[in-house]
């Protein structure tokens, strides 16, 4: 591995992170008033992620280039796999919340409503990004860094709620 290589990644990584951060701290109020869903940066990456996992089987097939086979499954099952999340999340992730409560619908957890009244805490993990709101039910909303209007809900539940 040549010096170029690791530089390249280490380059390529922090362009990675500062897009990322650049990217949650603008969409956390982009969203309509007192709506939660996610804009063009989720639908984007679920394309990358798309053209990431079709892009081995191009060169095997329009190229001839047939070597490194189970790198190449690799790289399709992976990006394949994030590129099926994204546009899941993209697509059917969204919510609500007014002075009331939270309305909050995925396609891995179906819909949770809850008042801000029976919230108990609200915690940040930063490995994930996002927030979990855990609720008196034990219900738990995890409302991502990347999801327009997060920080609008995240201010009302502060309003509404004394922790």
């Known amino acids: 591995m040549s010096v170029s290589s690791v530089l390249s990644g280490l380059i390529g990584g922090a362009i990675a992170v ?3 951060a650049y ?6 109020k982009s969203a309509a008033p007192g709506k939660l869903n996610y804009g063009v940066f989720m639908w984007g990456l679920a394309l990358a992620c798309l053209l990431f996992s079709l892009f081995p089987i191009a ?6 280039h047939d070597k490194d086979f189970w790198a190449k499954v690799a790289l ?4 394949g796999l994030s ?4 546009f899941g999340e993209a697509a ?3 919510g609500s919340f007014d002075q009331d409560g939270i309305a909050f619908l995925t396609p891995w957890t179906g819909l949770k409503r809850e008042e801000w009244k029976d919230l108990v805490s609200v915690e940040l993990n930063d490995w994930c990004s996002w927030y979990t709101l855990t609720f008196k039910s034990g219900k738990k909303i995890r409302l991502s860094r990347y999801l327009g209007g997060h ?4 201010e ?3 309003a509404k709620h004394e922790f």
Do not use: H, N, P, Q
């Open 18 to 20: 500062l897009l990322t």
């Open 23 to 28: 990217v949650a701290k603008r969409v956390g």
């Open 59 to 64: 060169i095997t097939l329009f190229w001839g």
């Open 76 to 79: 399709l099952i992976g990006f």
């Open 83 to 86: 590129a099926i999340y994204c």
């Open 92 to 94: 059917f992730v969204r």
């Open 151 to 154: 920080l609008s809900a995240l």
């Open 156 to 158: 009302m539940a502060e």
